[in-house]
Protein backbone atom coordinates (compact mmCIF):
# COMPACT_ATOMS: atom_id res chain seq x y z
CA UNK A 1 0.00 0.00 0.00
CA UNK A 2 1.11 3.62 -1.07
CA UNK A 3 1.70 6.44 2.59
CA UNK A 4 1.53 9.56 0.87
CA UNK A 5 1.37 13.01 2.03
CA UNK A 6 -1.26 15.21 1.20
CA UNK A 7 -0.82 19.33 0.87
CA UNK A 8 -3.10 21.43 2.51
CA UNK A 9 -4.81 22.48 -0.61
CA UNK A 10 -5.96 19.26 -1.79
CA UNK A 11 -7.66 18.63 1.58
CA UNK A 12 -9.26 22.07 1.37
CA UNK A 13 -10.58 21.23 -2.10
CA UNK A 14 -12.79 18.56 -0.82
CA UNK A 15 -13.99 20.14 2.47
CA UNK A 16 -14.75 23.32 0.43
CA UNK A 17 -15.87 21.74 -2.26
CA UNK A 18 -13.52 24.34 -4.83
CA UNK A 19 -14.35 23.57 -8.52
CA UNK A 20 -12.55 22.62 -10.52
CA UNK A 21 -10.40 20.60 -7.98
CA UNK A 22 -12.75 18.44 -5.80
CA UNK A 23 -13.77 16.01 -8.35
CA UNK A 24 -9.89 14.57 -8.67
CA UNK A 25 -9.50 15.37 -4.81
CA UNK A 26 -12.48 13.31 -3.94
CA UNK A 27 -11.97 10.57 -5.85
CA UNK A 28 -8.23 10.53 -3.79
CA UNK A 29 -10.05 10.60 -0.75
CA UNK A 30 -12.57 8.07 -1.67
CA UNK A 31 -9.15 5.93 -2.34
CA UNK A 32 -7.54 6.59 1.24
CA UNK A 33 -11.39 5.95 3.00
CA UNK A 34 -11.52 2.52 0.77
CA UNK A 35 -8.07 2.13 2.30
CA UNK A 36 -6.36 1.58 -0.96
CA UNK A 37 -3.41 4.13 -0.22
CA UNK A 38 -2.88 5.77 3.16
CA UNK A 39 -2.50 9.22 3.47
CA UNK A 40 -0.82 11.70 5.99
CA UNK A 41 -0.61 15.40 6.57
CA UNK A 42 1.39 17.82 8.49
CA UNK A 43 -0.20 18.20 12.17
CA UNK A 44 -0.08 21.67 11.78
CA UNK A 45 -1.90 21.33 8.15
CA UNK A 46 -5.04 21.19 11.23
CA UNK A 47 -4.70 24.62 12.33
CA UNK A 48 -4.58 25.89 8.81
CA UNK A 49 -7.40 24.27 7.91
CA UNK A 50 -9.34 25.43 10.93
CA UNK A 51 -8.66 28.83 10.40
CA UNK A 52 -9.27 28.82 6.34
CA UNK A 53 -12.66 27.06 7.11
CA UNK A 54 -13.68 29.01 9.92
CA UNK A 55 -12.76 32.05 7.90
CA UNK A 56 -14.60 30.68 5.11
CA UNK A 57 -17.87 29.05 6.65
CA UNK A 58 -18.16 28.81 10.68
CA UNK A 59 -16.73 27.33 13.53
CA UNK A 60 -18.62 24.83 13.74
CA UNK A 61 -18.06 23.58 10.22
CA UNK A 62 -14.24 24.15 10.74
CA UNK A 63 -14.37 21.84 13.90
CA UNK A 64 -16.15 18.91 12.25
CA UNK A 65 -13.38 19.52 9.30
CA UNK A 66 -10.41 18.91 11.59
CA UNK A 67 -12.38 15.97 13.10
CA UNK A 68 -13.13 14.12 10.27
CA UNK A 69 -9.04 15.11 8.67
CA UNK A 70 -8.33 13.09 12.30
CA UNK A 71 -10.80 10.34 11.51
CA UNK A 72 -9.47 10.32 7.97
CA UNK A 73 -5.31 11.02 7.86
CA UNK A 74 -2.35 9.91 9.73
CA UNK A 75 -0.65 12.70 11.23
CA UNK A 76 3.28 13.69 10.97
CA UNK A 77 4.26 15.89 13.85
CA UNK A 78 6.33 18.81 13.44
CA UNK A 79 9.32 18.64 15.80
CA UNK A 80 12.41 20.20 16.00
CA UNK A 81 14.01 18.09 13.74
CA UNK A 82 11.60 18.56 11.25
CA UNK A 83 11.99 21.96 10.93
CA UNK A 84 15.57 21.81 10.96
CA UNK A 85 14.76 19.48 8.15
CA UNK A 86 13.05 21.46 6.12
CA UNK A 87 15.64 24.47 6.75
CA UNK A 88 18.40 23.10 5.05
CA UNK A 89 16.04 21.88 1.65
CA UNK A 90 16.64 24.29 -1.16
CA UNK A 91 12.77 25.25 -1.90
CA UNK A 92 11.53 29.19 -1.15
CA UNK A 93 8.51 27.94 0.48
CA UNK A 94 8.42 26.92 3.83
CA UNK A 95 5.75 25.22 4.74
CA UNK A 96 6.73 23.03 1.73
CA UNK A 97 9.67 22.23 3.02
CA UNK A 98 8.08 21.21 5.41
CA UNK A 99 5.61 19.09 4.14
CA UNK A 100 9.05 17.49 2.19
CA UNK A 101 10.85 16.79 5.24
CA UNK A 102 7.41 15.12 6.92
CA UNK A 103 7.48 13.16 4.51
CA UNK A 104 11.35 12.08 4.09
CA UNK A 105 11.40 11.61 7.89
CA UNK A 106 8.29 9.22 7.65
CA UNK A 107 9.49 7.37 4.76
CA UNK A 108 6.80 8.33 2.56
CA UNK A 109 5.91 7.24 -0.90
CA UNK A 110 5.01 10.54 -2.82
CA UNK A 111 3.59 13.97 -1.80
CA UNK A 112 0.02 15.04 -3.58
CA UNK A 113 -0.39 18.74 -4.14
CA UNK A 114 -2.32 20.81 -6.70
CA UNK A 115 1.20 22.85 -6.94
CA UNK A 116 4.30 21.18 -7.65
CA UNK A 117 5.90 24.02 -8.19
CA UNK A 118 6.75 24.44 -3.95
CA UNK A 119 7.90 20.60 -4.21
CA UNK A 120 11.01 21.25 -6.53
CA UNK A 121 13.36 20.30 -3.72
CA UNK A 122 11.30 17.38 -2.90
CA UNK A 123 13.52 13.66 -3.33
CA UNK A 124 10.66 11.82 -3.53
CA UNK A 125 7.98 11.84 -6.52
CA UNK A 126 5.25 14.77 -6.08
CA UNK A 127 1.78 14.29 -8.06
CA UNK A 128 -1.37 16.23 -8.58
CA UNK A 129 -3.93 13.93 -7.60
CA UNK A 130 -5.45 13.30 -11.00
CA UNK A 131 -1.40 12.29 -11.63
CA UNK A 132 -1.32 10.30 -9.15
CA UNK A 133 -4.80 8.84 -9.74
CA UNK A 134 -3.99 7.84 -13.33
CA UNK A 135 -0.70 6.28 -12.60
CA UNK A 136 -1.41 4.36 -9.88
CA UNK A 137 -4.92 3.61 -11.48
CA UNK A 138 -7.10 4.56 -8.65
Given at each position: ??H?L?D????????L?????????????RA???E????Y?????????A?????????E????A??????????????Q???????ML???D????????C????N????I????????????P?????????????
Open positions: MMVLTNVILDVLNRAPWVEGASTLWIDEKITAVMSCTLSNIYIARRLTDSRASAVKLCLDTFEICTVDRTLIEAVSGRFEDDMQIAAMLYLDAITRDATGFQAASLVFTPDEFLETHRL
